[in-house]
């Protein structure tokens, strides 16, 4: 059982560097579009017999190009919304944003009830609510199948780092996920493993731009 992990394309928010995490949140640039769109010819030939998608924007519209491919309709999952950015929402200074990914990242260390400023998330909370939809998406990729979940590059990092058996706190405070990078898991008994981690849009050069891939994808420093 596969299930694949896609960060959304890029938004005015992600060029802008700001903490954009509120329902509904920016739509997706031309280049955000552009990055959906070839998505299609790098997970077009998978077998893919279910899309989920975050209850923010810009997951829908990442996930469209692929939905129409398939011929499936997303299933729009509150689970998968990025980490709540609290009173640092929409905030694009250094201070802000390394408060926010340091907590994302922060919770495998140990530090499970430490919450963004302001929010009513701590680390418990959003690991289960994320959870919930890979439960439901295993449910839904028998043997030889694939899931994909379309979701945000904070809480893909922070969900990785506490249920994937071969990846650590470091590696995710160290590693970005670029808009439309994915991150493919298999089940290991009760667990997952990273079976590949793809930092860069999945489309490969022409749909890259790292300077504008947003907080989420901010190193710890």
Same mark, same amino acid.
């Given at each position: 059982m596969r299930l694949i992990l896609v960060r959304h394309g890029q938004t005015s928010s992600n060029v802008g560097h700001h903490? +954009?995490?509120?329902?509904?949140?920016? +739509?997706l640039t031309d280049l955000g579009r552009e990055q959906a769109a070839a998505l299609v010819d790098t997970l077009g030939r998978e077998s893919v017999r279910k899309i989920f998608v975050? +209850?923010?924007?810009?997951?829908?519209?990442?996930?469209?190009?692929?939905?129409?491919?398939?011929?499936?309709e997303p299933a729009v999952r509150a689970g998968l919304r990025e980490i709540s950015a609290g009173e640092l929402e929409m905030a694009n200074d250094?201070?802000?944003i390394q408060t926010y990914v340091r907590t994302a990242v922060g919770w495998s260390a140990g530090n499970w009830n430490v919450r963004v400023p302001g929010s009513e998330e701590n680390g418990h909370d959003v690991i289960r609510r994320f959870d919930a939809v890979v439960s439901e998406a295993s449910d839904h990729a028998a043997a030889g199948e694939v899931a994909i979940l379309v979701s945000h590059g904070a809480i893909i990092r922070a969900w990785t780092a506490a249920r994937c058996d071969n990846v650590d706190v470091d590696f995710v405070?160290? %590693?970005?996920?670029? %808009?439309?990078?994915?991150?493919?898991?298999?089940?290991?008994? +009760?667990?997952?493993?990273?079976?590949?981690?793809?930092?860069q849009a999945l489309g490969g050069a022409p749909f890259e731009d790292p300077a504008t891939d947003g907080a989420a994808a901010d190193p710890v420093r």
């Open positions: 903490l +954009d995490t509120a329902v509904p949140g920016a +739509d975050s +209850d923010l924007v810009r997951t829908q519209q990442t996930a469209a190009p692929l939905a129409r491919h398939f011929g499936l250094d201070e802000s405070a160290h %590693n970005a996920l670029s %808009n439309t990078g994915a991150v493919v898991i298999e089940s290991a008994g +009760d667990r997952w493993v990273v079976t590949h981690w793809q930092e």
